[in-house]
């Protein structure tokens, strides 16, 4: 059993597989994302992804094509462990912020050297990552972090536990993001419905809220490699898969039920006078998708 939404959040922010496919997709766009090292056990990149990577020395100059530096700011971040893991991941076109309450800064701090030793190097491979201090309903601390550019990417996980943090919680998540500009990608597991639903439905007046689902792909080069689909092997185990749904909610394929949204902020106009019950039904009929 998984104590939090941290794993499943981390695996969706990856480049795109020939295992499984997410809907929607990342929305990091991949030619933000290194190019994976090959392992007996790392996920296949869909073919010709590689391709879209280009290192920094033979990237065009800013104005001939270079991809738009990205900003990501992670809210709650704790430890660092999601931030940390998708700075490796992504080129060094890339900022990543990591943020939580001012005594947490420190810890944080600390994860980054370790894990990041050459972070505030310009050779660096990776993506650069900030430590700062968010105090969430602290409009100050938002508004310093926004000093520098808006954010393209807002990472929330397992946040939704306290509900006297609720209303600071939104502020700071309506203050940092960009209506048609900023995605949210929030992690989710459930714990105390009745406690946890409030937020939600408050989230959801202000926010479009899509649910991640996943859809695990058969014959997927990973089993043609391992001859996993050669003809009359395994053929009673794909009777049984035959009878399964290959598309379901990603996060509650096993006993627990975590969830992973992608949301984006809804103009003035499209903010919602009653309470989203969106993922409130999502929630009570999860069965049924």
């Known amino acids: 059993m998984l104590e939090n939404s941290s794993y499943v959040l981390d695996v969706y922010l990856r480049r795109p597989t020939d295992q499984y496919t997410f809907t929607p997709p ?3 766009s991949p030619e933000y994302f290194l190019p994976p090292k090959p392992t007996s056990t790392t996920p296949a990149p869909l073919i010709g992804a590689e391709s879209e990577y280009i ?50 800064v420190p810890l944080m701090e600390k994860n980054v050297a370790e894990h990041l030793p050459n972070n505030s190097s310009s050779t660096r491979q990776c993506a650069h990552v900030l430590v700062e201090p968010l105090d969430w309903g602290n409009s ?10 808006k954010m393209d990417y ?13 209303p600071s919680l939104l502020q700071t998540l309506k203050e940092v993001t960009v209506v048609g500009e900023t995605k949210v990608l929030f992690g989710y597991k459930e714990r105390a419905p009745w406690k946890e639903t409030p937020f939600w439905e408050e989230f959801g007046r202000f926010f479009e809220i899509e649910v991640v689902r996943i859809e695990k792909m ?12 050669k003809v009359g092997e395994a053929d009673e185990e794909d009777d049984d898969d035959d009878d399964e749904d290959p598309v379901s909610v990603y996060g509650c394929e096993g006993e627990d039920r975590m969830y992973v949204f992608v949301a984006t902020k809804r103009r003035e106009e499209d903010i919602l006078v009653g309470v989203d019950d969106t993922l409130t039904t999502l929630m009570m009929m999860q069965i049924g998708y």
């Not at 100050?140 to 550019?149: N, R, V």
């Not at 807002?154 to 609720?166: G, H, N, Q, R, T």
Request: aromatic content about 4%.
């Open 26 to 28: 990342c929305p990091i």
């Open 55 to 104: 290192s920094p020395k033979n990237r065009p100059r800013q104005g001939q094509g270079q991809p738009n530096p990205i900003r990501i700011l992670e809210i709650g971040a704790g430890t660092g462990y999601v931030g940390i893991a998708l700075a490796k991941r992504l080129t060094p076109d890339c900022t990543l912020i990591l943020t939580d309450l001012e005594e947490v």
């Open 140 to 149: 100050e601390h938002a508004t310093t972090l926004l000093s520098a550019g």
């Open 154 to 166: 807002i990472i929330a996980s397992d946040l939704v536990y306290f509900p006297e943090l609720y």
């Open 218 to 229: 058969r014959n997927s080069r990973s089993d043609l490699e391992s001859g996993k689909d």
